[in-house]
């Protein structure tokens, strides 16, 4: 999705400079999850950084990028936010299209990349969880504090750390 968002923002840009409305070079391009999730799934703050150069209000650079944006299939909107951020929102079919990628390509979906797996690099991490009370009666917490242990595990072993699980009944 990154990528994908990076590049319509490249070419928007691109188009704007080549129609006029915009004149500084293309800086690097920040994507992130914006903070209230009503403004859409990613977020950047490239009019923020074009301001300076440009010499104009961020929001009036974003609302020139965003009038210069090609949509794809994958985007179902964009919008302007606060004091400049681009707001996209995925279509659908985009999310229908990675959870198949996700289910097709099964556990290999989920592995890190080599180089993330140094994040833990061996290391030992002892993972305490499902302390049920003995004397008392079990719970649905207490189910859930086992698979959320276990998740936690899963995710260390995940980053490349060597993971003991202790829990007790």
Known sequence: MKDLIV??????????????????GIPSI?????????HGDVASNVALTLAKAERKPPRAIAEIIKSHVAMPAEVSEVSVAGPGFINFRMSPPYWHSEMRRAASAGRAFWKPRPWDL?????????????????????????????????????LYEAAGFDVTREYYF
């Open 7 to 24: 590049s319509i923002l490249r070419d928007a840009i691109e188009r704007a400079r080549a129609a006029g409305q915009l004149a500084a």
């Open 30 to 38: 920040g994507i992130e999850a914006p903070r209230d999730s009503a």
């Open 118 to 154: 140094r994040l833990g690099a061996g290391k030992k991490v002892q993972v305490e969880f499902l302390s049920a009370n003995p004397t008392g009666p079990l719970t649905v917490g207490h189910g859930r504090n086992a698979v959320l242990g276990d998740a936690i595990a899963r």
